[in-house]
């Protein structure tokens, strides 16, 4: 099992640092670096490397940071060389990045557009809940210059995609945000609960209130024959409607890994930042001198039979066949053993079931259930779900 571990898809962090002070980042405790193109450049070969003989293709590399576009040289430089190992390895690749969309240009679209790659814009909502997490580091607001360069990539990258943090104090405001967000033009929404933080009650009543209420939204919106795709909707039905049973959250460790500005390989981005004073123990390798399979052995092992339980265990759990433990790197800096899930993760699978199952009696009581499993299959890469 060992010397059979290969991973298609890499997150790729071009730099720590950020024009942005958000106050919940996890990215932030990185420190202040950025990756040499040395390092950039031996990360897209060593991914290479790591699939000769293998089918998967493309392959896939998410841009990540800090904020990405800082280091927008040195992105065009990775992209560059990985024309050249396409034609040496014949295999394509699939770029995306993850950005906070305030340092975008007519060049950075430009060059977007040419290589195709996506991105997925982080953005909390309206001006109120953004400018309360997500100022400059001199406190500024950057939301003015979000929007309007949010308004001009979806002009021409349509399917672009808004990942919104959900936090206990903007929880109220979730809904009204989903509506800002579908009314900039963002026909796709990735709602992103800070689990950690969800400690109370009433936090959750009121998660669950606004939910709904962002599922009723979708409804009414496919009844006139428009549909805006919300992610825990989109796969969470898919995967009912499947009938398919998860057996890991995500292919962290399994299908890809994340890679810190020194090029050393972790099991995922969120393992870069969140092991803490267990980092040396999770890295798995790095670039320059490749992965120890054996490290990889817990990752590659791990799926829902190992999960210990949350308030009761899987097997008694209504979201059991929706449910696969959650983000390992989370659990293991809160629980100190990513096999136990945050007990918030019950609560979050249990909602998010619950709403997926009466989205879809809705869908069929008034006739457009066919509509729903088309439009649930049109979705972008930073909708896709990366699971073993």
């Known amino acids: 099992m060992a010397g059979k571990w290969h991973v298609p898809y890499a997150v790729l962090f071009l730099t720590n640092n950020c024009n942005l002070a958000c106050s919940y980042c996890f990215a932030s405790r990185s420190g202040q670096a950025a ?8 990360s897209v070969e060593w991914l290479f490397e790591n699939t000769e003989g293998f089918p998967e293709n493309p392959l896939i590399l998410s841009f990540f940071g800090g904020e990405p576009l800082l280091e927008f040289d040195l992105l065009k430089s990775v992209v560059a060389h990985t024309d050249t190992l396409s034609q040496k390895h ?4 699939i770029f995306s990045v993850t950005t906070n969309g305030t340092l975008l240009t007519a060049e950075m679209l430009d060059f977007m557009e040419q ?3 996506s ?3 982080s953005i909390d909502g309206n001006r109120k809940t953004n400018d309360r997490f997500r100022l400059k580091k001199n406190g500024s607001s950057p939301f003015d210059t979000l929007c309007a360069n949010a308004e001009k990539t979806l002009q021409r990258f349509p399917k672009t995609a808004a990942r919104m943090t959900i936090t206990p104090e903007s929880v109220e405001s979730v809904f009204d945000n989903i509506i800002f967000l579908d009314q900039l ?3 796709f929404i990735s709602p992103c609960v800070a689990l950690e933080l969800f400690q109370d009650h009433d936090s959750w009543h009121t998660f669950d209130v606004q939910c709904r209420k962002a599922a009723q939204y979708v409804i009414e919106k496919a009844s006139l024959g428009e549909y805006l795709h919300l992610h825990f909707l989109d796969n969470g039905i898919e995967q009912i409607v499947d009938d398919h049973q998860v057996d890991v959250a995500c292919g962290a460790g399994k299908t890809f890994v994340g890679i810190d500005v020194e090029g050393a390989i972790y099991p995922c981005h969120r393992f870069v930042t969140y092991a803490g004073a267990d980092k040396e123990k999770f890295k798995l390798g790095d670039v320059f001198k490749g992965i120890d399979p054996v490290r990889t052995l817990p990752f590659r092992r791990y799926d829902r039979t190992h999960i210990l339980g949350c308030y009761t ?7 059991k066949d929706f449910c696969a433990g959650g983000c390992i790197a989370l659990h293991q800096e809160i629980n100190g053993l990513f096999t136990m899930p945050l007990l918030q993760q019950q609560k979050l699978m249990t909602i998010w079931h619950s709403i997926c199952l009466e989205t879809i009696e809705a869908f069929k009581a008034m006739g457009r259930y066919d509509f729903l499993m088309e439009k649930i299959k049109m979705k ?4 896709v779900p990366v699971n073993d």
């Open 185 to 187: 033009g963002f026909s």
């Open 313 to 319: 265990r899987c097997d008694q759990c209504p979201a």
């Open 90 to 93: 014949g295999k394509s690749m």
């Open 35 to 42: 990756m040499s193109k040395r390092t950039a450049e031996r």
């Open 115 to 117: 290589h195709n790659i």
């Open 380 to 383: 972008p890469k930073s909708f």
């Open 119 to 121: 991105m997925l814009f």
